[in-house]
């Protein structure tokens, strides 16, 4: 989806949310404020709180993550398999933040295909390109000592400005790449509904 604004962020995390909260899997991880306030997701980010992380980034950030953050910032319990999506305060480039899942990608050896194949989300969602990852932000991840993360990738601009996003975890033949982080929640959604968990 190109665009995703402020509105489309929050349909989509109140159907992430019905489905964390009825999760058996996910159940004994909830926390008290969660059952609570029935809301498993965090504050939004404030402006300045964005400007600030692009500041120290060095970079802005793409717009529908931007508008994800404007409505939570962050999610603690996104599924069994990503786990959290990270405050903006702690999101990093990947080669500070985990320079060893950095040097564990970089071992994987790129896919052999062309740029245009490369963009071919339909198609070709596993294909690796290790060079990206040095430039990828990590913003979400699993519990240690498990490996999955979301990435969004710097390299990877669309004409609307979203970054690539990559779900990656060792037990992929490849990994799982979107056009915008929008797609890459929307879509992990969509296997969560379908089968009970992420």
């Known amino acids: 989806m190109n665009g995703a604004t402020a509105e489309d962020w929050r349909a989509l995390l109140s159907r992430l949310n019905s489905s964390v909260l009825g999760s058996d899997d996910l ?3 909830l926390t008290e404020g969660m059952v609570s306030t ?3 997701g965090l504050p939004p980010a404030t402006s300045r709180d964005i400007a600030a992380a692009e500041g120290r980034l060095g970079a802005s950030l793409p717009p529908s993550y931007r508008a994800f953050l404007s409505v939570s910032n962050g ?3 996104f599924d069994t398999f990503i786990e959290r999506l990270l405050p903006v305060e702690e999101v990093d480039w990947l080669r500070a933040a985990d320079p ?9 050896g790129d896919h052999d295909i062309s740029d245009q194949d490369y963009l071919d989300y339909e198609r070709h969602s596993e294909a690796i390109r290790t060079s ?3 430039q990828c932000l990590l913003i979400g991840k699993a519990w240690e000592p498990e490996g999955e993360m979301v990435l969004l990738n710097s390299d990877i601009v669309s004409r609307d400005g979203e970054w690539e ?3 990656f975890a060792d037990w992929l033949p490849g ?3 979107y056009r915008s982080f929008y797609d890459l929640v929307n879509g992990r959604l969509r296997v969560f509904e379908s089968f009970g968990q992420g």
């Open 132 to 134: 990206y990852y040095p």
């Open 38 to 40: 029935g809301w498993c």
């Open 100 to 108: 060893d899942g950095l040097s564990l990608i970089q071992g994987y």
């Open 175 to 177: 990994n799982q790449r």
């Open 27 to 29: 159940k004994e991880n």
């Open 165 to 167: 996003a990559i779900f």
């Open 75 to 77: 999610w603690p319990l």
